[in-house]
C-alpha cells in the first residue's frame, strides 16, 4: 500500500461514521478500526442499490481482495515492538518468568497495531479470520473423552491443520507469527485466544475476560476430524456438534452470532459471500437479517446457500438459517435481533468459555482479565 494511502487513512481516524443495515434501519457505531476499513476501501456499509439485478461487480470486487494479505509479513511500525520483545527473549524466555498482565497488554497492543496496519486482507481486516483461529482451535472439545480444545495448538500440524473446517487458517496463523517472534514466551494456544478476544474488541464486540495458562501440544493431540460445524448441515447437527462441547440451545445461538463477521470462501468452504453488511464489525446485525430479509436458495453451481431477495449481495447458510426455523433456537434469534447488548453480555460470556474447553487451568476464573482496547 502506498505511503500516501496510509497516510489519508491515519488521517480519518478521528472521524466518526456509523454502519447501517438498510437504508432506513437503526444506525450502530463502527469502531475505530472499522471506520480505517470502509473509508480506505468504500466499502458499501448498506445494501447497494439494484442495478438490473446483477451483484457480479460488488462480488467480484470484494472477492478480488480476498488474498491480498497473504503476502509476507513486513515490520513497517512494529519493527520497534518486535525488537524489544526480541532483546527481552533471554529473561522471558526462562522458566522461571512469570508474565503480568502488562506483559499481555503488550502482545495486545501488539496485534491491535497490526491489524490497523495490515488492511489488505479480505474486506480490510484480518480481524475475522483471527476470530474464526481462536474459534476452531477451541470448538474441537469433547466434554467426553476430555480431548481437543484450545490448550494444545495442534492445528500447527498437517493432520488437523488441513481439516476442511480449518481451510485458509494459514493466513491467521501467518499473521500471528512475527507477534510470537516478538514475544516468545507466549504459547500459541493463549497466542491465538488472545489474539481472537483482542478481534472482537477492536471491532467493537463486547468485552472479553480472557486468562492465559494454556500449553502447546505435538502432533499426538491432534483430534480427528469433524469435530467442527458444517454449514451445510441443520438443526440436528448443531446439536450434536456443540452439546458436545457442553453447550445449551442458547449458547448455540450465541456463538452463531459470531457470523455477523467475515465471509465465506469458494476456494475454503466452497460457500460465497459476507453474512452482513459491514463484515467488520461485530453487531446484532446477523440475527436481525435472519429475520427481516426475504432469503431463497441462490442458483449457482456451488454448494446450497441462501441470498436476500433485496441486494443479493449477502449469504446465509443452511445452519443459520435453521437458527429461526427451529422452535428453540428461534425465540433466541428475537430476542438478540431486539437487543444487541443482551447479544453482547451473552457472546462475552459464552465465548469467554469456548476459549477455556479443554485447559487445565492453575489459576481460578478470577485470573480473568479484560485488556484495554484501541481507543
Known amino acids: 500500500m502506498a505511503a500516501t494511502a496510509k497516510m489519508a487513512t491515519r488521517a480519518l481516524r478521528a472521524t466518526p461514521m456509523a454502519s447501517t443495515i438498510r437504508p432506513a434501519a437503526r444506525r450502530v457505531a463502527v469502531p475505530r ?40 509479513y513486513t515490520l513497517g511500525g512494529n519493527a520497534e515492538s518486535l525488537k524489544q ?17 502488562e506483559d499481555y497488554q503488550k502482545v495486545y497492543d501488539f496485534i491491535a497495531k497490526k491489524l490497523v496496519d495490515e488492511d489488505d486482507y479480505d474486506d480490510g481486516s484480518y480481524g475475522p479470520v483471527l476470530l474464526r483461529l481462536g474459534w476452531h482451535a477451541s470448538g474441537t472439545y469433547d466434554k467426553e473423552t476430555g480431548t481437543g ?39 500459541y494456544s493463549d497466542l491465538w485466544t488472545l489474539a481472537a478476544s483482542c478481534a472482537i474488541q477492536e471491532m467493537g464486540g463486547p468485552d472479553i475476560h480472557w486468562r492465559p495458562g494454556r500449553q502447546d501440544r505435538d502432533v499426538s493431540y491432534c483430534t480427528p476430524d469433524g469435530r467442527l460445524p458444517d454449514g451445510s448441515k441443520g438443526n440436528d447437527h448443531l446439536r450434536a456438534i456443540f452439546h458436545r462441547m457442553g453447550f445449551n440451545d442458547q449458547d448455540i445461538v450465541t456463538l452463531s452470532g459470531a457470523h455477523a463477521l467475515g465471509r465465506c470462501h469458494t476456494d475454503r468452504s466452497g460457500f460465497e459471500g459476507p453474512w452482513t453488511f459491514s463484515p467488520i464489525t461485530l453487531t446484532n446485525d446477523y440475527y436481525k437479517l435472519l429475520l427481516s430479509e426475504k432469503w431463497s436458495h441462490r442458483k449457482w453451481a456451488g454448494p446450497v446457500q441462501f441470498q436476500d431477495n433485496g441486494s443479493k449481495t449477502l449469504m446465509m447458510l443452511p445452519t443459520d438459517m435453521a437458527l429461526v426455523k427451529d ?29 477455556e474447553l479443554g485447559v487445565p487451568f492453575t489459576t481460578g476464573e478470577d485470573a480473568r482479565m479484560v485488556l484495554k482496547r484501541t481507543e
Open 149 to 187: 480444545g484450545s490448550n494444545g495448538a495442534t492445528m500447527r500440524f498437517p493432520p488437523e491443520g488441513d481439516h476442511g473446517a480449518n481451510a485458509g487458517l494459514v493466513a491467521a496463523r501467518d499473521f500471528l507469527e512475527p507477534v510470537k517472534q516478538a514475544f516468545p514466551w507466549i504459547s
Open 327 to 355: 422452535k428453540a433456537f428461534r425465540p433466541v434469534v428475537e430476542r438478540y435481533a431486539k437487543d444487541q447488548d443482551e447479544f453482547f453480555t451473552d457472546f462475552s460470556r459464552v465465548i469467554t468459555t469456548l476459549f
Open 33 to 72: 478500526q472499522a471506520f480505517q476499513r470502509q473509508a480506505r476501501r468504500g466499502y458499501a456499509s448498506e445494501a447497494p442499490k439494484p442495478s438490473g439485478g446483477s451483484n457480479t461487480a460488488l462480488i467480484g470486487g470484494l472477492a478480488a481482495v480476498a488474498f491480498a494479505g497473504l503476502g509476507y
Open 85 to 101: 520483545g526480541s532483546a527481552a527473549q533471554g529473561q522471558k524466555g526462562s522458566a522461571t518468568f512469570s508474565p503480568s498482565k
